[in-house]
């Protein structure tokens, strides 16, 4: 049986472990974390994304976990509704999903639970691969495996090796905050409010909780700790970030005071953004596949960061499909092999994801240098445009991410 080795346990990781299990492979996945997802924050899986967990037989799963987002839209720091959407256009647009919300802890149990025993090896840092010959070596051991999967987050080091002329990940100008907040009412609409410079978001949860996300146009610096990723796994002082968000937001409409106010310090997690400004030029390099924010860190703009690495999990193994099945590989000397050559395997995972992803990351990093707006004429413009295009034209803001979410899983 052929072996791939998955470098990093998050979603897009143990959406790749999923799926390449369910192909035939032997799959081991090394994390260098002591346990998985340790603090919990909120996430949105768009009607793309949930499609390709279909896939894997996690979809459904994931539904019943989650709330269906309603009507929403965007506001003002004052509560003036600029543009709204309702679950109905989404759904009908999108094949009858709409972006449904949930726990980050809550998906990955549903993936870890479509794992068998053992495979997922905590605890466990990579400390150097070889591209040629797909040889992981780890503290007291080695591993040779037939396909290696890096999916070590926006600060990769396996990216790092494959191109290590790439520039590298840029701080996108905002820092941020994740809070999951007890509710005894829950507020029926998810929104995202702007001001100036700041943004804060609102996604009601299921049993009760509502999931807030804040940021803030500042220099870097803030999250106080240097190796935290894309997603925001740093911590620190929470009463002092929370006393912070109370300070930038607690004048915001409501119910953004109320939320604060009902929220724990232990709860909220503050992290610097950071993205990749510049594609890669490729997505693979011998027999390593870069996935999720090891290849396309994107700043959390459209909520595609989760989403698109979901999409690359189910597209890499379709591309290396089954280990009996597999594409030929001209650098084996014409003996069945499970990377393929140029023109199947891991060439064309790159072919089919790479294009994709980086319109989507510049995309993502547009709205947020539209986000980050303070001075006053630039954000009542860019306020009176929205709200001009919206009433105008609904229809057409509606479609917007109709390329995005439309996305739909190669077929076998």
Known sequence: MAHAVVIGAGIGGLTAAVALRRRGWEVTVFERAASLEPVGSGLGIAANALRALDTIGAGDDVRALSAVQGSGGFRRSDGRWLLRTTVEATAARNGGDSLVLLRRSDLVDVLFSRLEAGTVRLGTPVLRVDPDNGLVVLAREQVTADLVVAADGIHSPVRSTLFPGHPGPRYAGVTSWRLLVPADHVPGRAHESWGHGRVFGVMPLAAGRVYCYATDTVPAGGDRRADGDASGDANGDGGDQLAELRRLFGDWHSPIPELLAAASPRDV????????????????????????????????????????????????????GSPGHAVPDGSRGGREGTLGGENGGLAAYTAARLERTSKIMARSATICRVSRMRNPLAVRLRDTALAVGWRLAPSRVNGAMDEVLGWTPPAD
């Open 269 to 320: 997690l503050r992290n610097d953004v950071y993205h990749l400004a510049t594609p890669l030029p490729a997505m693979h390099r011998g027999r390593i596949a870069l996935l999720g924010d090891a290849a396309h860190a994107m700043t959390p703009n459209m909520g595609q960061g989760a989403c698109q690495a979901i999409e690359d999990a189910v597209v890499l193994a379709h591309a290396m």
